[in-house]
Structures are given as structure tokens and as C-alpha cells.
């Protein structure tokens, strides 16, 4: 005990310093730190659903884009036949004007 008083230290009042300790530290955990790990919690989740919901939006811009590509390689072939058809057609009725012509002649 000699020890204690040389270093100043009340035995009675370390002891009611431990027992505020703990009622501080029950506190905390009872009402601070369940209440911030739930919300840390709930961050975390809807940061994980924004991830996943980001993965999703980039499969369907590149389902998409590859959609768009699709229609404009079918417009595209679809032009082209559309156009020889009509050189086709063109042919046929310069054709057709010409041995109109020669009959005449």
C-alpha cells in the first residue's frame, strides 16, 4: 500500500474509475456501436446492390448495342438487295424502251 500512496493512487477511487469504466463502456456498446454497425451495415448493402445493379445496367447496354448492331447490318443488306433490285428493274425497262424503240424504227 506504501506504493500506491507514494505514487499518489486512491485504491477507492481506481476501483470507482474501473466500475465507470465499464458502465461507460456498456453504454457505448449498448446504444453507439450496434447503432453505427447497423448503419455501416446497411451501406454496405446498398453499395453492394449498386454494384450489381451497375453490372446489370452494362450487360443490357451491351445486349443493346449489340441489338442495334444486328438491325443495322439487316438494314444495311436489306438496302443493298432493295438497290440492286431496283438497277435490276431499271435494266429491265431500258432494256424494254430500247427494243420499244427499235420496233418503232
Known sequence: MEILDKFGIDPVLLVAQFINFGI????LKKFLYKPVMMM??????????GLTDAEKAAK???EASEKEKKLLR???????????DARVQANDIL????????KIV
Do not use: G
Open 40 to 49: 455501416l451495415k446497411t451501406r454496405r448493402d446498398e453499395i453492394q446492390k
Open 24 to 27: 461507460i463502456l456498456y453504454v
Open 60 to 62: 443490357l447496354l451491351e
Open 74 to 84: 439487316n438494314a444495311q443488306q436489306e438496302a443493298k438487295k432493295l438497290l440492286s
Open 95 to 102: 432494256d424494254a424502251a430500247k427494243q420499244d424503240t427499235l
